[in-house]
């Protein structure tokens, strides 16, 4: 199994602000995603991290507003722009999949935008 | 595309005693995985069970086992001897087997509460 850190593990930001959430996995992995869990809900995937290429997204998240960095097989960040109220969720990385079937997930990020 | 639905947003068990939660799934794929993941106030996503499409045999994993009934695209978890710990939230999960869509798709979830 791989364990994943994430930080910060909570934030208090001010609308129109950014705040970029890092992943760290213990082991070298091919395949890194970010998902939103917004309040009392399920899980969204926002997308996939791609090393050495761009994020795939999925529909209804967008570069410019979710940007993503995947400089290597063990980190990646994920920066939530121009913060809204609307963007106050738990942004969960997860590692895994490829060849592994299993994902295994970080301890989230509680975000709240002001 | 595929979805994964779970039909109780609730459930409540006494504690030893024994629970099953109910997970049905779309899709026109043979080959996939299928998860469930327990999620307590902490938030930490844990894995509890995984099954591969492929596998007839049932999932069990200490207290915890799966119905899978590829057919009807049904995917059960049950939890034996019930304990406090077991309170949380519950996420059925499935995920293709094809290596470039390596993505969870989730239920809403069900939130188990155990009696003391």
């Known amino acids: 199994s791989a364990v994943i850190s994430q930080k910060p593990s909570r934030d208090i930001c001010q609308r129109g602000t950014s705040l970029t959430i890092q992943c760290q996995v213990d082991?070298?992995?091919?395949?890194m995603f970010w998902y939103r869990q917004q309040p009392g809900q399920s899980l969204t995937l926002i997308a996939t991290?791609?090393?050495?290429?761009?994020?795939?997204?999925e529909s209804g998240f967008v570069i410019d507003k979710f940007p993503i960095s995947r400089p290597n097989l063990t980190f990646s960040t994920l920066t939530v722009s121009n913060m809204s109220p609307e963007d106050s969720s738990i942004y969960l990385c997860?590692?895994?999949?490829?060849?592994?079937?299993?994902?295994?997930f970080g301890p989230g990020t509680r975000l709240t935008v002001l | 595309a595929q979805t994964v639905t779970q039909s109780q947003p609730e459930m409540s068990v006494q504690e030893a005693e024994t629970v099953t939660l109910s997970c049905t799934y779309d899709?026109?794929?043979?080959?996939?995985?299928l998860f469930w993941y327990k999620q307590p106030p902490s938030r930490q996503m844990i894995l509890v069970i995984r099954?591969?499409?492929?596998?007839?045999q049932n999932a069990t994993e200490n207290r915890f086992s799966v119905n899978f009934q590829k057919a009807a695209k049904s995917f059960s978890l049950k939890i034996s001897d019930s304990q406090l710990g077991d309170a949380a939230m519950y996420f059925c999960?499935?995920?293709?087997?094809?290596?470039?869509?390596?993505?969870?798709?989730f239920g809403k979830g069900t939130k188990l509460s155990v009696k003391p």
């Open positions: 099954q591969e499409a492929y596998k007839q």
């Open positions: 991290a791609n090393q050495g290429s761009e994020a795939t997204y």
């Open positions: 899709t026109s794929e043979s080959d996939y995985y």
């Open positions: 082991s070298q992995v091919t395949m």
């Open positions: 997860s590692a895994g999949g490829g060849s592994t079937d299993t994902q295994y």
């Open positions: 999960a499935y995920r293709s087997a094809r290596g470039s869509q390596g993505n969870l798709i």
